[in-house]
């Protein structure tokens, strides 16, 4: 098993006829993701390597029973692909997209919780989802993925970072230990996303026995994460932290990432999960090796 | 990006805010010329982005032409906490009954647009946050939605205003909010929101953050970006490209990703040395990117080593080994390199670098091992 994505998910990709869908949503198929379409109001009835493409997501759904996209629009005009996602019919939206103003972010955010409330969206500025051997959609490279292994006990990842999100990939790899899914929420302000919305789905799901958290300071998803996990959760999480050392009023390169007015430290951070019965890492090497601790104790 | 209060007073303007007539002025007769033209009493205001400008003697009242020009004088030039004042802003003196205080930000744990207004203004609303909470109305608007006029009112009623300022209030928060959202602002805030002991209510102080990510909706936003305050390095950067930002220490930082860069900044710490920077190259890592990164880090002459922490994924090790033996050639470095590749064909990067090692250049196989080394690098280069 597996959260989100699995092996019957069928993926139309919003900008596949672009540079960046196209390498990715060919790289995802190769994968194994079931890339069934892209869509193009100008290119509709032309194909992408033999990927047919379709004027809108709704008659790309109508044809191939999407039932997830996976936005690579430049910025501009992602609200409007959101929404054309959303109206079309798929449940999940994966939006990689970066550079997203945060206020389009916060009107499809709630857009979406009001009128299509069944209907999960992943980022925008997010590497995407893989639940690996059975898909990806997006950015990640697959092969630093280990698939589960049955009869082991395999880990589920949730983090905002990119390049982190696959060095706790290719740790985990390292020490031999599988991942059910590895999800990527992204560090903007207005995740579709949250770390709660995985840790309620890997707490849900049978296969998944422990959960690796991979934040960044600023903000307070990752508070909010430590009391969900006092509250909620059964299985144990391995955590680290990113940005101990940030200056306060510097966004570090993510438009989330920022310490303002002494709020979303690292510190206060790892305190709150510490105190939720979470281990800490301080380096996402030390992460990995307490997960190998962890799931040797299951 | 952050404005200057002339900025976001001509900001507000163009909402409709209403202000008190002023003039921005960058030299001692342009400072007298726009009072002649306000009339007397003006209020000269140093414009730098750093509270405490009144303390520290930046802002002064004139009555004619003799006083603005001492004034001005004194001020332009002031450094203020580090910031040197290029700017001043002259004003037509406000009578003030009551001073409020009023902002939109977004409130990432609601998900909504948050408003505060409060009857305790002209103060760090911080302070008064902490010492009488119950003193600050808030609002929670679905971006959806926005601000109606009656909740507007209903909030309005909350802060417990003179019933004076109720009016003018609900019409500037309205307009304020049309400012914070069609403007696409982080951050629209007025302190202090000033009642006149004529009734009026208008809008004293102007504080605005907007989002970088929505110039391409507001090209106008391109003169807010050219006077970002920014140290040389991190202009020499924002030139470049690239996502930097300066620290106070002396081992360079390059990293792929900005997650992996705050992690990068984190490990130099904890193994006793100081970082000089975070610098983000993000996914590409080619020759053009690193020469261009080296070449900001090289320019910092704090900086007495550099740490190259690159984790392939799509971008493979093999390519990204080759962008830095290709930059390393088209970049002086006198400083000692370490480099951590790990990944998609790191294997394949770690040979093609083999025979450009030496004492200048090193490769550790984990990142804490690499952190060790180019802190150790950077103590032996003193």
């Known amino acids: 098993m597996a959260i989100f994505v699995d092996d019957k998910t069928k993926v139309v990709y919003q900008g596949l006829t672009g540079s960046q869908g196209r390498f990715y949503g060919l790289l995802n198929r190769d994968y194994g993701t079931q890339v069934v379409a892209g869509t193009n109001p100008k290119k509709a009835g032309t194909d992408v390597d033999g990927i047919p493409v379709y004027a809108t997501v709704a008659h790309a759904v109508e044809a191939t029973g999407a039932t997830a996209s996976c936005i690579f629009i430049p910025a501009p005009g992602v609200k409007d692909a959101v929404m054309e996602a959303a109206e079309g019919g798929v449940k999940l939206i994966v939006a990689i997209t970066e550079g997203v103003p945060a206020h389009d972010e916060a009107w499809f955010y709630n857009k979406l919780k009001r009128d299509f409330p069944d209907v999960q969206l992943l980022g925008p500025n997010c590497p995407g989802i893989i639940s690996p051997g059975r898909a990806n959609i997006g950015i990640t490279a697959g092969h630093i993925a280990k698939a589960p292994v049955p009869g082991r006990p395999n880990v589920g990842i949730v983090s905002r970072s990119g390049t982190l999100t696959y060095q706790a990939l290719y740790e985990l790899k390292l020490n031999d230990i599988g991942v059910t899914t590895c999800v990527g929420i992204g560090g903007d302000p207005v995740p579709g996303t949250s770390f709660i919305d995985c840790l309620q789905a890997f707490e849900a799901d049978p296969d998944t026995k422990a959960v690796m958290m991979i934040g960044e300071i600023g903000g307070s998803a990752e508070e909010e994460a430590a009391a969900f996990i006092a509250d909620k959760m059964s299985k144990p999480v391995v955590s680290y932290i990113a940005g101990v050392t940030a200056p306060p009023g510097k966004k570090m390169g993510h438009a989330g990432a920022i310490v303002s007015g002494g709020k979303g430290t690292a510190a206060a951070k790892q305190e709150a999960l510490q105190a939720a019965g979470v281990r800490i890492g301080q380096n996402p090497t030390e992460a990995g090796t307490l997960m190998v601790e962890v799931v040797g104790d299951l | 990006m952050d404005l200057f209060e002339y900025q976001g007073k001509q900001f507000f303007a163009s909402y409709g805010i209403p202000m008190s007539p002023g ?29 405490g400008r009144g303390k520290a003697g930046g802002i002064k009242l004139a009555n004619d032409a003799a006083e603005v020009r001492t004034h001005a004088g004194n001020i332009l030039g002031m450094d203020i906490k580090g910031h040197t004042v290029e700017i001043v802003w002259i004003e037509l003196a406000s009578d003030i009954a009551e001073e409020y205080y009023a902002s939109f930000t977004l409130d990432r744990s609601a998900k909504k647009h948050l408003g505060l207004l409060s009857a305790q203004g002209g103060v760090e609303i911080e302070a008064v946050a902490e010492t009488d909470p119950d003193a600050i109305a808030k609002i929670w608007i679905d971006p959806v939605d926005g601000l109606t006029e009656d909740a507007a009112r209903a909030w309005v009623a909350a802060a417990k205003l003179n019933p004076a300022a109720t009016a003018g209030t609900v019409d500037i928060l309205r307009k304020l909010y049309t400012a914070y959202t069609e403007g696409d602002a982080d951050l629209t805030e007025i302190n202090p929101l000033i009642l006149k002991p004529t009734g009026e209510v208008h809008a004293l102080d102007a504080k605005v953050t907007l989002d970088g990510n929505s110039e391409f909706r507001h090209p106008d936003y391109a003169q807010y970006d050219a006077t970002q305050v920014r140290d040389e390095r991190e202009q020499a950067a924002h030139e470049k490209g690239l996502q930097y930002v300066g620290l106070d ?47 900001v880090i090289t320019n910092d002459h704090n900086v007495r080593s550099i740490f190259i922490n690159i984790f392939g994924g799509i971008t493979k090790g093999d390519e990204v080994a080759n962008g830095i033996i290709t930059a390393m050639g088209r970049v002086e470095i006198t400083v000692p390199i370490v480099i951590r590749l790990d990944g998609t064909n790191a294997d394949e990067g770690r040979a093609l670098l083999e025979p450009h090692l030496s004492n200048m250049l090193q490769l550790r196989p984990t990142m804490v091992e690499a952190a060790e080394a180019v802190v150790a690098a950077a103590g032996a280069g003193n």
């Open chain 2, 23 to 51: 003039e921005a002025a960058s030299t001692v007769d342009a400072a007298v010329a726009a009072a002649e033209r306000i009339g007397y009493p003006v209020v000269v205001k140093a414009q730098v982005q750093v509270g």
């Open chain 2, 249 to 295: 220490g002396y081992v360079g930082v390059i990293a792929n990703g900005a997650g992996l860069a705050m992690s990068t900044v984190d490990i130099v710490n904890q193994v006793g040395g100081q970082p000089a920077n975070f610098l983000d190259i993000g996914g590409g890592a080619n020759a053009d990117v690193m020469a261009g990164a080296l070449e």
